[in-house]
Nanobody, 119 residues
């Protein structure tokens, strides 16, 4: 059974840092990659970052480039999102998701972790 479990969210002041983790169970070695998304109250879910399980490709939303960094630990089946220079507009529920096949929909989603950035 596939499970994605996020952790690491919390309350932080503007300019601070947090590291989110997404622990995956299941046939992760066959997956194409992992993504991070976020959803703020009253807004649609938006893409934040993506990484191939091989680590050969990463991408970021323009709004987080230079501040967020995605990485993975294959041995732990875990993907991380290091967030620095946080802004109040980064406040949202952050979700990780697994993409089994390249270019297709995200197949599995975590339950989300709340990130709140105070000004």
């Amino acid at each position: 059974q596939v499970q994605l479990v996020e952790s690491g969210g919390g309350l932080v002041q503007a300019g601070g840092s947090l590291r989110l983790s997404c622990a995956a169970s299941g046939r992760t070695f066959s997956w194409y990659g992992m993504g991070w998304f976020r959803q703020a109250p009253g807004e649609e879910r938006e893409f934040v970052s993506f990484i191939r399980w091989s680590g050969s490709f990463m991408s970021y939303a323009d709004s987080v480039k230079g501040r967020f960094s995605i990485s993975r630990d294959n041995a732990k089946n875990t993907v991380y999102l290091q967030m620095s220079s946080l802004k109040p507009e980064d406040t949202a529920v952050y979700y990780c998701a697994a993409q089994v096949l390249a270019g297709r929909k995200y197949n599995y989603w975590g339950q989300g972790t709340q990130v709140t950035v105070s000004s």
